[in-house]
C-alpha cells in the first residue's frame, strides 16, 4: 500500500469547524489494493471533514468514470459512478470499527488513512451484473452478441414437432 500518504488525514491540527480536500482516484489507486476489476478508473473524491470538539464527521462524495467489461459482450465501456458515504469518528479507549458508519479510534490519535473507505465506496457502488449500455438500446453491434443469439433455444412453432413420448407422463397425474 506504498504511495497511498495523500490519503492520510492529519486531523489533530484542523480548527474546529469544516475542511475540504480533493483526491483524485485512478488505475494505480486500485492496484495498490491488488484490485484489477477495472481497466481504467478516472475518479474524484471530496471530502467534507467537519471536526467537532469530541467527534469527526467525514461526508465522501466520489463522482467519475471507470472503464469495465460488459459481462455479456466482453465489450469494454465507460461505466459512470456517482457514490456518497457518511463516517463518523469518534475517540475511545480502544480501536474499534465493528459499525460500517461509526469508527473509534483510540484516545491520542491525531491521524487517518481513508484509502480504504474510498476502496470500498467506490467497489461497492459498482453492480455485480455489468451490461454495456448499447445492449440495452440496441445499439452495439459485437461478434459475440451476434453469436450467442444464433444459439438461442428455438422455439417449438409447428405441432409436427410435438413428441408423443411425453404423453406416458401425463399419466402419471
Same mark, same amino acid.
Given at each position: 500500500?506504498?504511495?497511498?500518504? /495523500?490519503?492520510?488525514?492529519?486531523? +489533530?491540527? #484542523?480548527?474546529?469547524?469544516? *475542511?475540504?480536500?480533493?483526491? %483524485?482516484?485512478? $488505475?494505480?489507486?486500485?492496484?495498490?489494493?491488488?484490485?484489477?476489476?477495472?481497466?481504467? +478508473?478516472?475518479?474524484?473524491?471530496?471530502?467534507?471533514?467537519? %471536526?467537532?470538539?469530541? =467527534?469527526?464527521?467525514?461526508?465522501?462524495? $466520489?463522482?467519475?468514470?471507470?472503464?469495465?467489461?460488459?459481462?455479456?459482450?466482453?465489450?469494454?465501456?465507460?461505466?459512470?459512478? #456517482?457514490?456518497?458515504?457518511?463516517?463518523? =469518528?469518534?475517540?475511545?479507549?480502544?480501536?474499534?470499527?465493528?459499525?460500517?458508519?461509526?469508527?473509534?479510534?483510540?484516545?491520542?490519535?491525531?491521524?487517518?488513512?481513508?484509502?480504504?473507505? =474510498?476502496?470500498?465506496?467506490?467497489?461497492?457502488?459498482? /453492480?455485480?451484473?455489468? =451490461? *454495456?449500455?448499447?445492449?440495452?438500446?440496441?445499439? #452495439?453491434?459485437?461478434?459475440?452478441?451476434?453469436?450467442?443469439?444464433?444459439?438461442?433455444?428455438?422455439?417449438?412453432?409447428?405441432?409436427?414437432?410435438?413428441?408423443?413420448?411425453?404423453?406416458?407422463?401425463?399419466?402419471?397425474?
Amino acid at each position: 500500500m506504498g504511495g497511498l500518504n /495523500p490519503f492520510v488525514i492529519k486531523f +489533530a491540527g #484542523l480548527k474546529e469547524g469544516s *475542511h475540504k480536500f480533493n483526491f %483524485k482516484i485512478d $488505475t494505480k489507486f486500485f492496484e495498490g489494493f491488488d484490485y484489477f476489476d477495472f481497466k481504467s +478508473a478516472e475518479l474524484e473524491t471530496k471530502l467534507e471533514l467537519e %471536526k467537532q470538539e469530541t =467527534i469527526l464527521n467525514l461526508m465522501f462524495k $466520489t463522482k467519475g468514470d471507470i472503464l469495465v467489461p460488459c459481462d455479456l459482450s466482453m465489450e469494454n465501456f465507460k461505466m459512470p459512478v #456517482l457514490t456518497n458515504f457518511s463516517l463518523t =469518528i469518534k475517540f475511545g479507549e480502544i480501536y474499534c470499527d465493528e459499525s460500517d458508519e461509526i469508527l473509534i479510534l483510540p484516545h491520542g490519535s491525531h491521524q487517518i488513512d481513508i484509502s480504504q473507505y =474510498i476502496y470500498e465506496m467506490v467497489v461497492l457502488s459498482v /453492480p455485480l451484473k455489468k =451490461i *454495456h449500455p448499447g445492449i440495452k438500446d440496441g445499439s #452495439l453491434n459485437s461478434d459475440i452478441l451476434e453469436r450467442l443469439k444464433l444459439l438461442q433455444p428455438k422455439e417449438k412453432e409447428t405441432p409436427s414437432e410435438y413428441d408423443s413420448r411425453w404423453d406416458k407422463l401425463k399419466d402419471l397425474l
